[in-house]
């Protein structure tokens, strides 16, 4: 079982930054892939960024490419991820989650945060 603890939302206005940090308690954190999601108000929860157990491969939804940056310290057993160029859609709630990747996707696993909450100001 991991157990995922997000922090770093916020109130942001447009075109600010914000950075999220997920944390764990198990070791075996570092085995897993990580993902971010977010889901907004009435809307489903959608894919983010990935990043592999090794840092070696990333993955970004279009509409967050050249804005978002994830990264991960696996010593720290904490991914982050850094937002740039914030725009009202980013708006929602995001969660983290531990899952596998392949060199081509990322897959969820049933491992959520609790989520935090991310709202940016026109």
């Known amino acids: 079982q991991v157990q995922l603890v997000e922090s770093g939302g916020g109130l942001v206005q447009a075109g600010g930054s914000l950075g999220l940090s997920c944390a764990a308690s198990e070791r075996t954190f570092s085995n897993y892939a990580v993902g971010w999601f977010r889901q907004a108000p009435g809307k489903e929860r959608e894919f983010v960024a990935a990043?592999?157990?090794?840092?070696?491969?990333?993955y970004y939804a279009d509409s967050v490419k050249g804005r978002f940056t994830i990264s991960r310290d696996n010593a720290k057993n904490t991914v982050y991820l850094q937002m740039n160029s914030l725009q009202p859609e980013d708006t929602a709630v995001y969660y983290c989650?531990?899952?596998?990747?392949?060199?081509?996707?990322?897959?969820?696993?049933?491992?959520w945060g609790q989520g935090t909450q991310v709202t940016v100001s026109s």
């Open positions: 989650n531990a899952g596998t990747s392949t060199s081509t996707k990322y897959y969820s696993a049933n491992y």
């Open positions: 990043i592999s157990w090794s840092s070696s491969r990333t």
